[in-house]
């Protein structure tokens, strides 16, 4: 009995591309018209192969082998090619896989910085033509002048800081937090002046030890590295939370 339906069936196909000579997957679309000797000249660019030299095996959506491709007169959409399907390219020609891929055979261009300085249409020379960022002299002094002066008041408030003392921190964007001076000096971690602070809660990012160095002892999560300007030392008692209990 004739239902009067027309099954229209798409005149282009996605498809997975995989190879032997490359670990990636890629996705293509391809016109069910074309030979397959016509979609092996589309896939040379693709996968890096030479037409002459492919294999095309079919497999389903699932990744289940399906059959050989290996009539390059016939029409692509002759074979069960539908959307999702894998066409996996082997390539008989002599191709490794990562063959394109791998960049430690590539040879590299390298220019000595001497030969760099003497070059004058580069990033750096209009740079200095410019007077720009390290180049303008005066900016990079002004610069440094100013980290001098923020660095000599960091050591005159760490100067005023007694390790033992109670102490207040407040750093922008956080809350106030409150602890007990465990250190005060300079770091490996980091040029300047810090002070290592133990806090009341586990408010902090360590135990007293950075990169290997122990500089103070405490509970981990406790401690702290702040900078000398942001710690007011005074009486600060630990909160008391009513409990009648331990």
Known sequence: MDSGLTVVTSPFVNVRLTSTIS???????????ITVAEMKGNLEMIVGAPASGMDLELYSASDKFLLNMDNNEALVGSYPVDDGC???????????????TDLSK????????????????????????????????????????????????????????????????????QPTK????????TADFKPGHWVGVKYDEPQGKHNGTVEGKQYFQCEDKYGAFVKPLNVTVGDFPEEDYGLDEM
């Not at 894998?86 to 490794?96: A, L, N, P, Y």
């Not at 409150?178 to 000096?185: Q, R």
């Open 23 to 33: 670990g990636f997957e890629v996705l293509r679309k391809f016109n069910r018209g």
């Open 178 to 185: 409150l602890g007990t001076v465990m250190y005060v000096g």
């Open 86 to 100: 894998r066409i996996h390219v082997i390539d008989r020609s002599g191709g490794q896989l990562g063959e394109f």
């Open 106 to 173: 590539v040879e590299k261009f390298e220019l000595s910085d001497e030969a760099y300085e003497k070059k004058r249409d580069t990033v750096r020379s209009l740079m200095k033509e410019q007077r720009v960022g390290r180049f303008n002299e005066e900016e990079m002094a002004k610069k440094k002048a100013e980290a001098a002066a923020r660095e000599e008041k960091q050591k005159v408030a760490a100067d005023s800081i007694s390790v033992g003392s109670r102490c207040q921190v407040q750093v922008p964007g």
